[in-house]
């Protein structure tokens, strides 16, 4: 939605555009209800051949909140969620990286990460953890 501005501001009802795209992203409970009212809104400005539109609706699965809710995201937005994976693949891959190369530093990359959450869950599990109240446990 960072470039909602950049792909909508030449629309003569923008604000209004962009109201009511918030509106349905954030209002819509369900599948069914964000679709319905994603439909009313490109009937109502128009907006039915928008390229960049049509390419957030293709992709809705994996950013529009009613279709993410049922997946543990520890509290981080979408673009959290992808600068996270950006940062994840930075010290593995480059521009340069063959496809084989790729899968390879990916299987390490992956290696990697379950090491340091098995270590940091048997840090958890096994490390004492000093009461900070005077009241027994």
Same mark, same amino acid.
């Given at each position: 939605m960072k470039k909602l501005h950049e792909k909508l501001k030449s629309y003569k009802h923008y604000e209004s555009i962009k109201f009511a795209l918030k509106n349905i992203l954030h209002d819509s409970l369900t599948n069914t209800e964000f679709e319905d009212r994603w439909k009313e809104m490109l009937e109502k400005y +128009? %907006?039915? &051949?928008?390229d960049w539109l *049509?390419? %957030?609706?293709? +992709? *809705? *699965?994996r950013w529009v909140p &009613?279709? !993410?809710k049922g997946s543990f995201w520890a509290g981080m937005s979408t673009t959290q *969620? $992808? +600068?996270s994976m950006n940062a994840f693949f930075d010290?593995? !891959?480059n521009s340069k990286t063959t496809l084989k190369q790729f899968v390879e530093q990916y299987e390490n990359a992956l290696m990697t990460k379950v090491e340091k959450e098995n270590q940091a869950d048997y840090? &958890? &599990? $096994?490390a004492n953890i000093r009461c900070s109240t005077h009241y027994f446990m």
């Open positions: +128009e %907006l039915q &051949s928008n *049509r390419g %957030l609706y293709d +992709e *809705r *699965r &009613s279709f !993410v *969620r $992808s +600068e010290d593995h !891959v840090m &958890s &599990s $096994s």
